[in-house]
């Protein structure tokens, strides 16, 4: 009597002739339930769990460590009361709100050209230099030194300053004469020790926007990452156990991809939403820790606007549809081993896919979108990172959004039929190690 024979009689048992989806769903449930109620599940959704709230706590941490130190900026205009009523109204407009005896955010300082240079910025005398100077038209013509420190929402800070010195010198020189319209003031900006520049945008928007993808990315790239292992994972396990050559007998290379990626995924986001949940709630309760914690929220300005409905579903989607692409790909991988040792090898050339996404979109959180980044937020193995990031910083429009998620969705079922191919190759070769020749040849023609 085959196994096929014996596993008939067991009830709910996985046997070939049940149908792809009906043992799909018994590989899923058995999946899930291994991870759910393993002691590793519950620790790993604790550790990430607190991972995700240190995260969603950093502007709040970043004050607390910043508390009582001034950004010192030096100010430098051959014309001295230019000097002296710049460091006014910037003082004036930036520093306002302060109560007594605090700290002011922003210290600024008169300095002679020869004292406002880059080297003063890297010696560490001032964190930046703003250079004023009148044109012959009477423009105001701005230059600014950022030094490490200077992020880009401090930069727009800055560049806000200069419009309100740039309109009371004017009503200060023309008064209401209309023969002297007044003119925007110029302004330029040169980075000191690789500070990033700024995009026009309000400071405490900028800065929610920036919190938001922070955590989004992070918490993306790392549940990728970890459940594509997971996968990968249990695919070698039950080859290192031999349990593989029942259920060869039993399913199709299809059915056991599919009901593994379902099963892992499910747990996965089980998992995932006791890490979102918390990390929301402490973006979203901000302001209230921070004053429990500084004794006042004043210059923290973190704007959650960007938290939006939509946004949150664009990021589900996007969690999903990554994970079915990843865990497919971590899938074949595994098959092509026996031993958890011979995986670790592999987890760093699996996991370059997806670091080579979440440096791009680090690079598009510091405000620029490049050609390049532009391109990749359409690639399907990095558009999770970098189309979600452009989302949280409001820069896309419809249509490359339907692009990005139509050429994800319309990658999963090409790598799909690759990665059960391969894990034919890996699997139902048992007991062989699968060279390069016969993983080609079962992409190209899959075995019986």
Same mark, same amino acid.
């Given at each position: 009597m085959s196994v096929d024979d014996h596993l008939r009689r067991i009830p709910d048992a996985m046997t070939r002739d049940r149908g792809v989806l009906a043992?799909?769903?018994?590989?899923?449930?058995?999946?899930?339930?291994?991870?759910?109620?393993?002691? =590793?599940?519950?620790?790993?959704?604790?550790?990430?769990?607190?991972?995700?709230?240190?995260?969603? &706590? *950093?502007?709040?941490?970043?004050?607390?460590?910043?508390?009582?130190?001034?950004?010192?900026?030096?100010?430098?205009s051959n014309d001295p009361a230019l000097t002296t009523y710049s460091i006014d109204v910037l003082d004036g407009?930036?520093?306002?709100?302060?109560?007594?005896?605090?700290?002011?955010?922003?210290?600024?300082?008169?300095?002679?050209? #020869?004292?406002?240079?880059?080297?003063?910025?890297?010696?560490?005398?001032?964190?930046?230099?703003?250079?004023a100077n009148?044109?012959?038209?009477?423009?105001?013509?701005?230059r600014f030194l950022a030094g490490e420190r200077i992020g880009a929402d401090r930069v727009q800070l800055i560049q806000m300053g200069t419009l309100a010195i740039a309109i009371y010198d004017w009503s200060r020189t023309y008064g209401s004469a209309v023969s002297n319209p007044f003119q925007t003031p110029a302004f330029?900006?040169?980075?000191?020790?690789?500070?990033?520049?700024?995009?026009?945008v309000e400071a405490s928007e900028y800065a929610g926007r920036r919190i938001v993808g922070v955590v989004f990315v992070v918490l993306i790239f790392i549940t990728l990452v970890i459940y594509g292992m997971w996968v990968a994972a249990g695919v070698v396990a039950e080859k290192s156990s031999r349990v593989m050559e029942l259920l060869i007998s039993a399913g199709s290379p299809a059915e056991l991809v599919i009901g593994k990626v379902a099963g892992i995924g499910l747990a996965g986001l089980v998992q995932y939403v006791a890490i979102l949940v918390p990390a929301?709630? *402490?973006? =979203?309760?901000? #302001?209230?820790?921070?004053?429990?914690?500084?004794?006042?929220?004043?210059?923290?300005?973190?704007? &959650?606007?960007? &938290?939006?409905?939509?946004?949150? &579903? +664009?990021?589900?989607?996007?969690?999903?549809?990554?994970? @079915?692409?990843?865990?497919?790909?971590? +899938?074949? +991988?595994?098959?092509?081993?026996?031993?958890?040792?011979?995986?670790?090898?592999?987890?760093?050339?699996?996991?370059? @896919?997806?670091?080579?996404?979440? @440096?791009?979109?680090?690079?598009?959180?510091?405000?620029?979108?490049?050609s390049?980044?532009?391109?990749?937020?359409?690639?399907?193995?990095?558009s999770p990172f970098v189309m979600l990031t452009r989302l949280t910083i409001g820069r896309v429009e419809p249509w490359e959004l339907v692009l990005s998620f139509g050429l994800l +969705?319309?990658?999963?079922?090409?790598?799909?039929?690759?990665?059960?191919?391969?894990?034919?190759?890996?699997?139902?070769?048992?007991?062989?190690?699968?060279?390069?020749?016969?993983?080609?040849?079962? @992409?190209v023609h899959p075995p019986v």
């Open positions: 043992n799909s769903l018994l590989v899923a449930r058995r999946e899930f339930r291994e991870k759910v109620r393993s002691r =590793l599940f519950g620790v790993s959704t604790g550790l990430l769990a607190m991972l995700a709230i240190a995260i969603s &706590l *950093t502007p709040t941490l970043v004050k607390m460590i910043d508390r009582g130190v001034s950004t010192r900026i030096a100010v430098v407009l930036i520093n306002k709100g302060q109560g007594k005896g605090d700290v002011p955010p922003y210290f600024f300082v008169p300095a002679t050209p #020869d004292e406002g240079t880059a080297d003063a910025i890297n010696d560490g005398s001032y964190d930046g230099v703003l250079v009148r044109q012959p038209s009477g423009q105001v013509e701005f330029q900006q040169a980075n000191v020790g690789g500070a990033a520049g700024g995009q026009p929301l709630l *402490t973006l =979203l309760l901000q #302001d209230r820790i921070a004053i429990a914690l500084l004794g006042s929220s004043s210059g923290l300005d973190v704007s &959650l606007g960007a &938290l939006t409905p939509g946004l949150l &579903l +664009a990021y589900g989607a996007f969690w999903i549809l990554g994970f @079915i692409l990843y865990a497919l790909i971590y +899938a074949a +991988a595994g098959s092509l081993v026996s031993r958890a040792e011979d995986l670790q090898v592999l987890a760093l050339p699996l996991s370059l @896919i997806a670091i080579v996404g979440y @440096i791009q979109a680090v690079m598009a959180l510091s405000g620029g979108i490049s390049f980044i532009r391109i990749s937020s359409y690639v399907p193995f990095w +969705a319309a990658s999963i079922p090409i790598v799909g039929i690759i990665a059960v191919r391969v894990y034919s190759a890996g699997v139902l070769l048992y007991g062989q190690r699968p060279g390069t020749r016969q993983i080609v040849g079962a @992409i």
